[in-house]
């Protein structure tokens, strides 16, 4: 999308046809087809509540526990209900490293049971104000909106929410707070003398520490997903990208073995399909594509957790 007009038409023309996203974060530069990744403005935390499998009103609860704890501060926020759960933007100062905005949010929020502690990813997207949201419904079948909410919203019950989800709202300020966040100081990675242990591994196959963090939750991103793959296909083929197609199907089986046996964990990988996940394997691994570096992919779209072995000076 070149220009807002250009972005509502693509909403207005897929709305309720299909699942809308945008990016989490904002950028300086875009390329013809594709955003600048290295123009990233680092500017807000993104906070996802998700109940999952338990009631609605327990991600609610902390939606409004969190508010109450801004709200002391007079940070400034935006919070949503996307239609199966709740998302909210805590607004900072531009920070030069994305690993500020994840010790802001450690240290925090990280207490709260329905967050998604995946959420500071530069790559993330969240569902576009005002879309429907597909994979939601009411008694009725009919699909929630993604809409924003205002203070007085959170006085009110769960059934109030969701009754104004059922159409698309427009609130005359979405905003609220003034104080954005000095987000906290963090030693550059290259410097840190703490080295993170190796993860215990619950498949068969190692993992390095940020691939692990980011895969043993109930929906991993698609990014995390991919780089998984790659991992997986880097380690099985000792990093070689021509390889034979027996090699390459050889690899594919023990790549499904091992991600059927990571989603079966409980609680993990909550919307596992099998055969959708089989063809993004199979294009990755007859493609030859190599993990993503440490220093290029990793750190600044904000996978690691620490420095670890395979960080090369």
């Not at 840190?192 to 196959?205: A, F, H, M, N």
């Not at 990208?241 to 499904?256: G, P, Q, T």
Request: glycine fraction near 4%; charged fraction near 25%; charge should be negative.
């Amino acid at each position: 999308m070149k220009s807002k007009n250009e972005f509502i038409e693509w909403i207005n023309l897929y709305n309720g046809i299909m699942n809308c996203y945008t990016t989490v974060y904002d950028f300086a530069e875009y390329f013809d087809n594709s955003k600048n990744d290295k123009t990233v403005i680092l500017d807000r935390a993104f906070l996802d509540f998700d109940a999952h499998n338990e009631p609605l009103e327990l991600a609610y609860q902390d939606l409004k526990d969190v508010v109450d704890f801004l709200r002391k501060d007079d940070v400034m926020f935006k919070m949503y209900f996307s239609g199966k759960g709740f998302h909210l933007f805590v607004y900072g100062e531009i920070a030069n490293d994305i690993r500020s905005i994840q010790q802001y949010y450690t240290e925090t929020f990280s207490h709260f049971d329905t967050l998604d502690r995946t959420g500071i990813q530069t790559n993330r997207l969240r569902r576009i104000p005002n879309s429907i949201n597909l994979s939601s419904s009411d008694e009725n079948g009919k699909p929630y909106f993604c809409i924003p909410l205002e203070l007085e919203d959170l006085k009110q019950p769960l059934e109030h929410i969701l009754n104004l989800a059922k159409s698309s709202r427009v609130v005359e300020k979405t905003t609220i707070g003034t104080k954005l966040v000095q987000w906290p100081k963090v030693v550059p990675i290259e410097i840190s003398e703490i080295e993170i242990d190796i993860p215990e591994s619950v498949g068969r196959l190692p993992l390095i520490p940020c691939l692990n963090h980011a895969i043993y939750v109930e929906n991993p991103s698609h990014y995390a997903r991919v780089y998984l793959i790659q991992w997986f296909r880097d380690l099985l083929s000792l990093g070689e990208r021509e390889l034979s197609n027996e090699k390459n199907r050889e690899i594919v089986e023990i790549i499904m073995n091992e991600l059927e046996l990571i989603s079966s964990k409980e609680d993990v990988w909550l919307d596992w399909d099998k055969s959708t996940t089989q063809r993004y394997v199979e294009g990755i691994v007859f493609k030859g594509y190599n993990a993503p570096s440490c220093k290029g992919v990793l750190i600044p779209n904000g996978y690691c957790v620490g420095k670890c072995w395979r960080y090369v000076e």
